[in-house]
């Protein structure tokens, strides 16, 4: 009972999300049951974010950020999500990796492979922030085994100028591996991880 009721909070904030407006009764359709797959996807990790976080203290236990790579990087796919109500409250845009792309629509692969210019699966810790090549920037620490590399090799979370703040039809620009967002969506991003006494926790899912 307690899934569902995440799963239909999510929905509800997906609502108009991450699809273009449907035209008529089989393409709204399509739109719902698309908008309710992702919604379970988010909901199950947004339920599996609530243990992670009793088992590991050290984390800010307000604030998660899912990205969600099975969505078009045209569409909406990174979301901070509030835990205290289990809502979505704040989503953007966000590049993956150069080396990701398989050339079929929707379709990528990972690795945690130095030079790779791949993006990599799994919980990240938002480190220190430093001023970048592109500004201010997060340093990432990978906390899985898919992303035991992130570190060395230099993934970090920070803006770029290629990246749109609005949603498009077609895939933005890539990344060299890096979780990549616009400049103005940067300082949203930065509205909650800055002000935070403990590191906010990162997940990149697909």
Avoid: W
């Avoid at 990174?78 to 953007?92: C, E, N, P, Y």
């Amino acid at each position: 009972m307690k899934f569902f009721i995440f799963s239909f909070l999510v929905f509800l904030s997906l609502q108009s999300c991450a699809f273009d407006a449907p035209t008529n009764d089989i393409e709204a359709e399509k739109s719902r049951e698309d908008s309710l797959f992702f919604a379970n996807r988010l909901a199950l990790k947004i339920k599996e974010a609530h243990q992670y976080l009793k088992n590991n203290p050290s984390f800010n236990k307000q604030y998660i950020f899912l990205i969600d790579m099975k969505v078009n990087s045209g569409k909406a796919r990174l979301f901070v999500v509030d835990l205290t109500t289990d809502r979505i409250v704040s989503k953007g845009l966000v590049a993956h990796g150069s080396g990701s792309n398989t050339y079929v629509r929707d379709s990528l692969i990972f690795s945690n492979v130095p030079n790779s210019y791949k993006t990599s699966l799994g919980k990240y810790k938002i480190g220190a922030s430093y001023p970048g090549r592109f500004g201010k920037s997060y340093k990432l620490h990978g906390l899985d085994a898919s992303n035991s590399n992130a570190f060395d090799r230099f993934i970090v979370l920070h803006r770029y100028s290629c990246v749109p703040d609005e949603e498009q039809s077609y895939e933005i620009c890539n990344s060299l591996g890096c979780p990549m967002v616009s400049e103005a969506y940067f300082e949203v991003l930065d509205s909650f991880i800055q002000p935070s006494k403990k590191p906010l926790l990162l997940e990149i899912f697909y």
